[in-house]
């Protein structure tokens, strides 16, 4: 059973920092593609970045040069740094990982990130 749990949202002002953590249970970790997914009030979950096994990263294009996605297999952990923050960011940052075959997404509980103007 694939557990993640999620640490380090919060408050913080419009061009400030957060680091997201993400750490997750079994033995399959460093073969898994982790991701990064926000939901905000009345929209759709939207995927944020992803790390592939093989350490490829995808952003979508409104965080791309702000958030950093990045694993560290040893811990099974994932990170998410998010600088230069904007009020749009507001949401709840969800961590997934999709491993196997057929490929089988589990998520975390989310982390609330609030970004104030």
């Known amino acids: 059973q694939v557990q993640l749990v999620e640490s380090g949202g919060g408050l913080v002002q419009a061009g400030g920092s957060l680091r997201l953590s993400c750490a997750a249970s079994?033995?399959?970790?460093?073969?898994?593609?982790m991701g990064w997914h926000r939901q905000a009030p009345g929209k759709q979950r939207e995927l944020v970045a992803r790390?592939?096994?093989?350490?490829?990263?995808i952003y979508a294009d409104s965080v791309k040069g702000r958030f950093t996605i990045s694993r560290d297999n040893a811990k099974n952990m994932v990170f998410l740094q998010l600088n230069s923050l904007k009020p749009e960011d507001t949401a709840v940052y969800y961590c997934?990982?999709?491993?196997?075959?057929?490929?089988?997404?589990?998520w975390g509980q989310g982390t609330q990130v609030t970004v104030s103007s």
């Open positions: 790390i592939t096994a093989t350490g490829t990263t």
């Open positions: 079994g033995s399959t970790f460093a073969l898994s593609s």
């Open positions: 997934s990982q999709t491993r196997g075959w057929p490929a089988t997404t589990y």
